[in-house]
């Protein structure tokens, strides 16, 4: 697989990107970076009361719809921000904007609480009222921290630069499909972790320069690549988890020995008949007292699909995503799980961690251990999906 410019024949695509690279770059303070290089939204505070915000030296404020400027300050130390009335409220000052954007004028690094980000942050009053606080930056300074925050820098450079291609074009996805809304991605394992600027180190960013604009295209356009801890022998369909009509070639899940016995392979837990019912409580009312479950069906990739439970009063049934949303995702670590019935409690035992669709994170490491470069390790993940240039940015040929 090598690096190609996109071409006429994949005019659709085309037109998806150069309109992100519109959208970002029609937002971009024009001292940030380069002109074009697509920037994205990380909501780092959702519904909050409020934040204390320090900026390092001075600070612009302006109103993020029409760029108009309200405020200047010299510094800006601990200040509260809240919502306040229809607008936003900074220290003492109020103003009437619904969402304003704070660009730090010199040094690009400030804090929110007591996290450090680069960048710019958007205050945005919420429908509930509440505070929304997005931190705004480069794709490109994104991503070494948010490689950062979900891998070791100390892993093989030809996992961190596979991993660093997937996460740029799950994010460019995201910045493409979220354009009408208030954030691209969450700070959370919800999208992609990201710790801001603490989460940065050298050799992550190494894999970002080397793979600079570099993202999976499928027919020439974005789809949404993901990853995942560990998939546990075989990845997921992505029509299956997210119960879509269209399976997408690269994502339609794929064998995969090269996790095995790496970390998070395997995996074991206990739970007492007491705190299933609590666990369970949500979907099995009625249902009476839990005397067992029973898995009906598995998908190819052998997740459970759907599951039984049975209780003195009567039963219920859940597919298998709902389990695990109710017993939570870091107690049921994957779907592919066989679960055994005890006096005290029923045991479970199973492989993998995570939603399981698309890179498998343990599995590039070990591909990378065995001296496997990038692209196989991409083509293996994703077969069909190509590795292109995202225009927009440095190296982009038209
Ligand atoms: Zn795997």
């Not at 900026?55 to 510094?75: F, I, N, Q």
Request: proline share 5%.
């Amino acid at each position: 697989m090598n690096v190609i410019s996109t071409t006429p024949s994949l005019s659709r695509g085309r037109r998806n990107l150069a309109f992100l690279v519109f959208l970002s770059s029609a937002l971009c303070p024009p001292s940030s970076a380069s002109a074009e290089e697509p920037y994205v939204r990380v909501a780092i505070l959702q519904d909050a009361e409020s934040a204390r915000v320090t900026v390092e030296g001075p600070a612009r404020l302006t109103d993020l719809d029409s760029g108009a400027g309200l405020a200047d300050w010299p510094d800006l130390k601990w200040k509260l921000v809240e919502s306040a009335g229809p607008g936003i409220k900074i220290g003492e000052a109020g103003f009437p904007s619904r969402a304003v954007l704070l660009t730090p004028a010199k040094n690009p690094v400030f804090r929110v609480n007591s996290r450090a980000y680069r960048g710019a942050l958007i205050l945005r009053r919420s429908s509930a009222g509440k505070l929304t606080v997005v931190n705004r930056l480069p794709l490109e300074e994104y991503l070494v921290g948010a490689l950062t925050s979900e891998t070791s820098p100390k892993w093989p450079m030809e996992a961190l630069k596979a991993h660093a291609v997937v996460s740029r074009t799950m994010v460019a996805h995201r910045i493409w499909i979220r354009k009408n809304e208030s954030f691209d991605v969450t700070a959370d394992t919800s999208t992609h972790l990201y710790y801001g600027k603490a989460a940065e180190r050298g050799r992550t960013r190494q894999a970002v320069e080397e793979t600079q604009g570099q993202v999976l295209a499928y027919q020439g356009e974005l789809f949404s690549a993901t990853f995942h801890a560990n998939c546990g022998g075989h990845t997921e369909s992505a029509a299956e988890l997210w119960q879509t009509k269209k399976e997408v070639e690269p994502l339609a899940g794929v064998v995969d020995p090269n996790c095995r016995d790496l970390r998070h392979y395997r995996w074991k837990m206990f739970l007492s008949h007491a705190e299933m019912a609590r666990f369970l409580e949500p979907a099995a009312r009625g249902a009476g007292e839990l005397q067992g479950l029973e898995v009906l069906d598995r998908n190819a990739s052998g997740r459970v699909r759907e599951i039984r439970i049975t209780g003195t009063e009567g039963e219920a049934v859940l597919t298998g995503r709902r389990l695990r949303e109710l017993l939570g995702a870091n107690r049921l670590r994957s779907l592919k799980f066989t679960v055994t019935p005890f006096v005290a409690g029923f045991s479970f035992s199973g492989f993998g961690w995570g939603h399981g669709v698309g890179f498998c994170q343990w599995g590039a490491y070990g591909m990378a251990r065995r001296g496997k470069k990038m692209d196989e390790i991409l083509s293996f993940y994703f077969p069909g999906a190509q590795r292109r240039k995202l225009p927009g940015l440095p190296g982009f040929v038209s």
